[in-house]
């Protein structure tokens, strides 16, 4: 399997989730910050064994200041039951933390992050594998995957194919829930969810095996 050349930055250094969560409600590290609501940090266990990790907030999320709290969080959740995993058992994050958008009216539209958007957020991301230490990363999406691997893959060619970073820790690479959604296709989109939630057994799997491994060590 291949290795991953993006590793966590060690700069800056937190003490612990909280405080990086309060050092990025300052954050201006790219201009999306001037229209966001605010910044949306990660969510879980501070020692999850499974961190998942999409493009950014959405609509809801902005506004509530959660991760994976709108449609595709539903989604998500109901996904993530089906898997036979716990959303209160994984950290929930984005790789970029504030939402970008196009008004149009009473609407905000979604905007993808650029290059330099994903980059300057990525010091989050990184304090945040940091101080979780998970034995299991899932990127949601062609952002959240380019985000971790430092470069931009098709998530057919990524996906299926989990990949060990250097620093240990395993990267699944699936979709992102939204894809899902956007599906217009009743049947298509059942298919894509099977998928889906076969991405996410094989993560329960793996740390099932991983578990038992060490027991009988």
């Not at 201006?28 to 990790?53: H, I, K, S």
């Not at 250097?166 to 989109?189: K, N, Q």
């Amino acid at each position: 399997m291949a290795s991953s050349r993006t590793e966590p930055s060690q700069d800056p250094a937190f003490a612990d989730l909280e405080a990086a969560r309060a050092a990025i409600e300052g954050c201006t590290r790219c201009p999306l910050y001037a229209n966001a609501t605010q910044a949306v940090f990660g969510e879980g266990p501070p020692d999850a064994d499974v961190m998942l990790v999409g493009e950014q907030p959405g609509d809801r999320e902005d506004r509530d200041g959660r991760p994976f709290v709108g449609p595709a969080g539903r989604l998500l959740d109901d996904v993530l039951v089906e898997a036979g995993l716990e959303r209160a058992a994984v950290f929930l994050t984005n790789a970029v933390k504030h939402f970008k958008f196009l008004p149009r009216g009473k609407r905000r539209l979604h905007q993808k992050p650029n290059a330099a958007e994903i980059s300057a957020c990525a010091v989050w991301l990184h304090a945040e594998r940091a101080l979780v230490r998970p034995g299991v990363i899932v990127a949601l999406g062609a952002t959240a995957a380019r985000s971790l691997i430092g470069r931009v893959e098709t998530i057919a060619k990524l996906r299926g194919a989990p990949q060990r970073m250097a620093d240990g820790t395993m990267l699944f690479i699936t979709v992102h829930p939204s894809y899902i959604l956007r599906i217009p296709d009743r049947a298509r989109a059942a298919t894509e969810r099977t998928a889906f939630t076969r991405d996410l057994v094989a993560v329960r799997t793996f740390i099932e095996r991983a578990s038992n491994s060490d027991r009988s060590a």
